[in-house]
């Protein structure tokens, strides 16, 4: 392996531990509905990212608007992909919602990328992600029939579609950044004005819904730490990783977030 290829498999795994630690910190604020807490994780540290490429952003102004059509792609997709995500552990279970969103999104990277890319997929990638994939049915099935303690029966099959929503917009944005450093973007530009976009998208949900933030001060402190360490610590770190290996890759390396889930849950 490459030292730039290794060094970008060890940022995503980075950022894969610390994305597995949101499903259980976001128990700790029970009354905050999934959609704040979406909004707030992603909203607030896609901002965070996009003040730190600050100085890049405005040096590379001229190629963003060049990639505007990736940007916005990118920006929807990170505005559905919280909102989706949470709702899905908020439905059908932390250690279910988790699997479906993360498990689903190899396979649909992969999709993307033939469809969009014509890019064929290899055995050895096809061989990993149908191991992971395995993995983390049998994680389900030890869950209980796909079930966590307590998650209404009625509302699992709305889990499993918001999981799926999930996993396609995390390709979906993963590819439009890859995309844009593939076309000279830096990866701090390249995610900072994605997330950035996306972040202020969120923004009105998280007025509208984020009352609850102020309520106490395990809410607040849920908030902060969803914004600040997985939102913004592994994003920059996944954009770092995304920048020295393949969208499909990377998806497929982050599928130890479930394994991660599971244990914390």
């Not at 608007?65 to 940007?71: E, S, V």
């Not at 889990?159 to 979906?172: E, H, N, Q, S, W």
């Not at 995309?179 to 530009?189: A, E, H, P, Y």
């Not at 949900?205 to 939102?231: D, E, H, K, R």
């Amino acid at each position: 392996m490459m030292q730039g290829n290794r060094w970008g498999v060890i940022a995503i795994l980075f950022a894969a531990v610390v994305w597995g630690t949101t499903g259980t910190a976001a128990t700790f604020a029970p009354d905050v509905s999934a959609a704040a807490i979406g909004a707030a994780a992603m909203g607030l540290g896609g901002i965070a990212q996009a003040l730190w490429a600050g100085r890049g952003i405005l040096q590379q102004r001229a190629r963003l608007w060049d990639q505007r059509r990736l940007l916005v792609i990118g920006a929807l997709a990170v505005a559905v992909y919280p909102l989706a995500f949470y709702g899905a552990m908020r439905l059908a279970g932390v250690t279910v919602g988790t699997v479906i969103t993360i498990g689903s999104a190899p396979l649909l990277s992969a999709l993307i990328e033939y469809v969009l890319d014509g890019r064929r997929l290899t055995v050895r990638w096809s061989l990993g992600a149908v191991v992971g994939l395995i993995g983390m049915g049998l994680i389900c099935l030890a869950e209980g029939a796909a079930l966590d303690r307590g998650a209404d029966a009625t509302s699992v099959p709305l889990g499993v579609l918001l999981g799926l929503i999930g996993g396609f917009t995390y390709a979906l944005y993963s590819w439009s950044a890859r995309k844009m450093m593939l076309q000279g973007t830096r990866s701090s530009v390249a995610m900072g004005a994605t997330f950035g976009l996306g972040g202020l998208m969120l923004m009105p949900v998280l007025l509208v819904s984020g009352n609850a933030f102020l309520a106490s001060w395990s809410n607040a402190a849920v908030g902060l730490y969803m914004a600040a360490v997985p939102m913004f610590l592994g994003y920059i770190s996944f954009g770092y990783g995304l920048a020295r290996v393949e969208a499909s890759t990377a998806t497929v390396i982050t599928l130890f977030e479930p394994v991660v889930a599971a244990v914390l849950a």
